[in-house]
């Protein structure tokens, strides 16, 4: 089981910019895609975005796309969401995950979460 620790997150002002960082205690980290998820209060968790362990594949949903970047530095076993261009509908509690393939957009091709960390945009 991978441990999971989420940081970043915050109060910001529609338009402005989050990082949110994800530090994973694995070995192995680089053998393992990486996905963020959300979820906003009285909805679903939705998927935002994953990669590959290697870092050269991304997937992003649609209403992030071209507004926030998920990146991964192995050597630091870190995972990154860089969020710009923020709107109110981003507010949500974000998590990573640890999975086996980031084609995969449903929280159930993934295994081990974070606690997660609040981002908040407001209007």
């Known amino acids: 089981q991978v441990r999971l620790v989420e940081s970043g997150g915050g109060l910001v002002q529609a338009g402005g910019s989050l990082r949110l960082s994800c530090a994973a205690s694995?070995?192995?980290?680089?053998?393992?895609?990486m996905a963020w998820f959300r979820q906003a209060p009285g909805k679903e968790r939705e998927f935002v975005a994953a990669?590959?362990?290697?870092?050269?594949?991304?997937n992003y949903q649609n209403s992030v796309k071209g507004r926030f970047t998920i990146s991964r530095d192995n050597a630091k076993n870190t995972v990154y969401l860089q969020m710009n261009s923020l709107k109110p509908e981003d507010t949500a509690l974000y998590s990573c995950a640890t999975g086996d393939d980031p084609t995969r957009k449903t929280e159930y091709g993934y295994n081990d979460w974070g606690q997660g960390t609040q981002v908040t945009v407001s209007s």
């Open positions: 694995t070995r192995t980290f680089s053998s393992y895609a």
């Open positions: 990669i590959s362990g290697s870092g050269r594949w991304t």
